[in-house]
Nanobody, 118 residues
Framework: QVQLVESGGGLVQAGVSLRLSCTASGRTSSIHGTGWFRQAAGKGREFVAAINWSSGNTYYAASVKGRSTISRDNAKNTVYLQMNSLKPEDTAIYYC???????????WGQGTQVTVSS
């Protein structure tokens, strides 16, 4: 089992930056990658960014590419999502998820709320 805890959300004004953290515990050796997803009120969950733990390869949704950076600290089992130039449309609950072999994103955190005011 893998447990994930997100932190770093909050209420911010448009244009500022925010860094979200996702810390894993439990069977972290089974994690191949970590992804960030978000869900705005009344909408479905959408992919934001992901990172492969072994290669370090990163992937971004078009909506955040160029103003967001996903990174990891293996020693802390933590993945970060740095988001810059935040927009009101970035308002959502942000979830991190751990990808394990053969199971996809099998583990999810509880989410952290990000609210961007105009």
């Amino acid at each position: 089992q893998v447990q994930l805890v997100e932190s770093g959300g909050g209420l911010v004004q448009a244009g500022v930056s925010l860094r979200l953290s996702c810390t894993a515990s439990g069977r972290t050796s089974s994690i191949h990658g970590t992804g960030w997803f978000r869900q705005a009120a009344g909408k479905g969950r959408e992919f934001v960014a992901a990172i492969n733990w072994s290669s370090g390869n990163t992937y971004y949704a078009a909506s955040v590419k160029g103003r967001s950076t996903i990174s990891r600290d293996n020693a802390k089992n933590t993945v970060y999502l740095q988001m810059n130039s935040l927009k009101p449309e970035d308002t959502a609950i942000y979830y991190c998820a751990a990808e394990t072999e053969g199971a996809g994103y099998a583990y999810w955190g509880q989410g952290t709320q990000v609210t961007v005011s105009s």
